[in-house]
């Protein structure tokens, strides 16, 4: 079975610093890897996908992640924060033959001005 | 293009009775699936649907249904419901591809209270 690790329920981070969201993912075969934003009272919204190919994945608003297979993580970076990231990020795994999102527990971004 | 729609947005019922939630996938796509988003809590995989008929199923009970109809559209059904069904419940959709695993996407949810 899958299953993904997201280390900090709430980070903080002021307006203009480099934003760290860590993910953590098990999976006995090679898994995609997924981080949605959701902002209040609204549905999941696609940030970026991991399916393979480059190991370093560019997504929306600035966002990046990279795929390190030898850590197991996929972790979510920005290098300067904007007031308007502030949301819940939930990084989601899923394996071929089992094609169901499995989410993580979420981390709620909050940006100091 | 529209993307993946729901309704209704909001509902309240209170216990033992039955909701129907609706979801309209994204134009192209051909697969629904429905996850429960309990307060503070990550999505939990319910089902999905593909060609009217349920591929894969989550560990909830049979209260819990579902129907795909032929315009690949979705329902899903609760019935007998309980204080803690109280939750966000997300539709997405996407393309069913054999051998690969295509990217789902999501609509605003139903926000549903039981009382």
């Known amino acids: 079975a899958q299953s993904v690790t997201q280390l900090g329920s709430h980070v903080s981070v002021s307006e203009g610093a480099l934003v760290l969201l860590r993910c953590n993912y098990s999976?006995?075969?090679?898994?995609?890897l997924f981080w949605y934003v959701q902002y209040p009272n609204q549905g999941l919204q696609l940030l970026l996908k991991y399916t393979s190919a480059a190991t370093l994945v560019k997504g929306i608003n600035g966002f990046e992640a990279e795929f390190k297979k030898s850590e197991t993580s996929f972790h979510l970076t920005k290098p300067s924060a904007h007031m308007s990231d502030a949301a819940e990020y939930f990084c989601a795994v899923i394996i071929f033959g089992n094609e169901k999102l499995t989410f993580g527990t979420g981390t709620r971004l909050t940006i100091i001005p | 293009d529209a993307g993946v729609t729901q309704s209704p947005t909001h509902l309240i019922k209170t216990r033992g009775q039955q909701v129907t939630l609706r979801c309209s996938p994204k134009s192209g796509h051909d697969t629904v699936s429905w996850y429960q988003q309990a307060l503070g809590q990550g999505p939990q995989f319910i089902f999905q649907?593909?060609?009217?008929?349920?591929?894969q199923r989550g560990n909830f009970p049979d209260r819990f249904s579902g129907h795909q109809f032929p315009n690949y559209s979705s329902e899903l059904n609760v019935n007998a419901l309980l204080l803690g069904d109280s939750a966000l419940y997300l539709c997405?959709?996407?393309?069913?591809?054999?051998?690969?695993?295509?990217?789902?996407?999501f609509g605003p949810g139903t926000r549903l209270l039981v009382l």
């Open positions: 649907y593909y060609e009217e008929e349920e591929r």
């Open positions: 997405a959709s996407s393309t069913f591809t054999t051998g690969l695993m295509e990217t789902q996407y």
């Open positions: 999976s006995s075969v090679p898994p995609y």
